[in-house]
C-alpha cells in the first residue's frame, strides 16, 4: 500500500489549525505551502528520504516553504539531487526565487533537477487557474492517485481523473460561494464531488478549503455528498490514508 500524509490542507493562507497545501506521498512531496515544512518536521518524517517535490503551480500557498525546504535540507548536510517536477514556467520561476531569497549556491551542496512530469512519466494536465497550473496522476500497483491543484470547475479535469482511485480535489468553497470559486478559479466541494462522479473516482479527498469557511466541515462533506456516492474525505492537517 502507498502511503499519503496530509501536512496542509488549506487555501490562501494558513489557520491555527491547517497550513497550505502540501501532501507527502512516499518518497514525493506534492506542493510545498506556506507551513508545510513545519508539518513535515513534526510529522518525524526525515528529509532526506524526500526524492521528488512536484509542484502544481507558483501561487504561494503552494510554493511558499520551498527555499526553506531546501534551506532545511543544505542544513542537514544532504547530497543526493532534489528533483523538482512542474511545468518549464513553474521550474523557471522557483530558479529565481530561490536566487531572490539569496540562497547560497555553495552552501547547498546537492543538485536541483529541474524536469518536466514526461520525463518522469508521470501524466499531467493543465486545469483552469492562472498561473498555469499542473494535475498529476500517479499510477501505484493498487489504483491511480490523482492530485489535482488549484482549479475551477471543469469537466476536462473528470476526463484526466477517469476511473482514478483517489482524487485529491481544490474544495475552496461552499454552496451560494460561486460566484467568487468562479473569480478566482476555484471550486466549492459541490464542484469537486461533480467530477468525482463524471470521472466515476473511486474516493474523493476535499482540501484547500478557504479560511473563511473555517469549522464548516460537516457543510462540505454534506454538499459533496449531495453529487457523489463514493466515498468522500475532508482532508485535516497530518492525516493518513493509503492507496
Ligand atoms: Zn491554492
Ligand atoms: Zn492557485
Not at 506534492?30 to 503551480?57: E, Q
Not at 518549464?88 to 526565487?97: E, F, G, S, Y
Not at 486545469?127 to 476536462?156: C, M, W
Request: hydrophobic letters at 40%.
Amino acid at each position: 500500500m502507498a502511503k499519503l500524509t496530509f501536512l496542509g490542507t488549506s487555501g490562501s493562507v494558513l489557520t491555527k489549525e491547517r497550513m497550505c497545501a502540501g501532501i507527502l506521498f512516499e518518497d514525493k512531496l506534492l506542493d510545498v505551502g506556506f507551513g508545510v515544512l513545519t508539518n513535515l518536521l513534526r510529522s518525524g518524517r526525515k528529509l532526506g528520504s524526500i526524492n521528488d517535490l512536484y509542484i502544481s503551480h507558483t501561487h504561494s500557498d503552494h510554493i511558499g516553504d520551498f527555499t526553506g525546504l531546501v534551506w532545511a535540507m543544505a542544513m542537514e548536510g544532504r547530497t543526493k539531487p532534489l528533483r523538482v517536477i512542474s511545468s518549464p514556467n513553474t521550474a523557471a520561476a522557483l530558479r529565481r526565487i530561490l536566487d531572490l531569497q539569496s540562497t547560497p549556491s555553495a552552501w547547498v551542496k546537492f543538485d536541483i533537477t529541474f524536469v518536466k512530469p514526461e520525463e518522469v512519466n508521470v501524466k499531467s494536465a493543465t486545469t483552469i487557474h492562472d498561473p498555469e497550473n499542473l494535475a498529476y496522476r500517479f499510477q501505484t500497483q493498487h489504483g491511480d492517485l490523482v492530485y489535482i491543484g488549484d482549479t475551477a470547475k471543469s469537466e476536462k479535469t473528470s476526463e484526466f481523473a477517469k476511473g482514478c482511485d483517489l482524487l485529491i480535489h481544490d474544495s475552496t468553497f461552499l454552496d451560494g460561494q460561486e460566484s467568487l470559486a468562479a473569480v478566482t478559479q476555484h471550486s466549492t466541494a459541490r464542484d469537486a464531488a461533480n467530477t468525482a462522479k463524471l470521472a466515476q473516482a473511486k474516493r474523493l479527498v476535499l482540501t484547500h478549503f478557504s479560511p473563511g469557511n473555517e469549522g464548516a466541515e460537516r457543510r462540505y462533506l454534506a454538499q459533496a455528498s449531495a453529487a457523489f456516492d463514493g466515498r468522500i474525505v475532508v482532508a485535516k492537517d497530518h492525516q493518513i490514508l493509503t492507496i
